[in-house]
């Protein structure tokens, strides 16, 4: 399970919106236990391969990112990237990159510009689990 504010989403929502057609990246850091993953903070990164239907997060950014949780004693959950035309599932090369079976690996669909979808996925090896996301201050969402 993972809690996330109503604001969180809109910043991933916004993101995606602005690097559209191209993906968009990002991180989620924060802390764990026994309630479940809940995120303080969203880093918000470049993709660098400026794809479509890829991404790379910028190395230097992502490692910012990182240094800035372990500053405030936050871990890093996860990340995020956008399909700005296709379903909220992880797609091949999504599975394939996926190494870290710990990490929850969000993807906010676009394909219905009016009604953005973001799922949560855990992924280790080829099985796919998909995440409870639990909105706070806001609407709930599957
Ligand atoms: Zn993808």
């Not at 399909?83 to 676009?110: G, N, T, V, W």
């Not at 979808?117 to 855990?122: D, M, N, T, Y």
Request: glycine share 6%.
């Amino acid at each position: 399970m993972i809690i996330m504010k109503q604001e969180q989403v809109q910043q991933i929502i916004d993101h995606a919106a602005a690097a559209q057609p191209l993906e968009a990246c990002g991180l989620l850091g924060g802390v764990c236990d026994e309630t479940g993953k809940t995120v303080c903070k969203i880093y918000l990164l470049t993709n660098i391969d400026q794809s479509t239907e890829h991404f790379s997060m910028d190395p230097k950014e992502q490692f910012a990112a990182i240094k800035d949780m372990r500053s405030q004693g936050w871990e890093l959950l996860g990340n995020f990237h956008s399909h700005p035309a296709s379903p909220s599932r992880p797609s091949a090369e999504d599975k394939r990159l996926a190494f870290d079976s710990q990490a929850s690996y969000l993807i906010l669909s676009l394909q219905d510009q009016e009604r953005p979808i973001l799922k949560s996925f855990c992924i280790a090896s080829d099985q796919v689990t998909e995440e409870n996301i639990i909105i706070r201050g806001g609407e709930t969402n599957g």
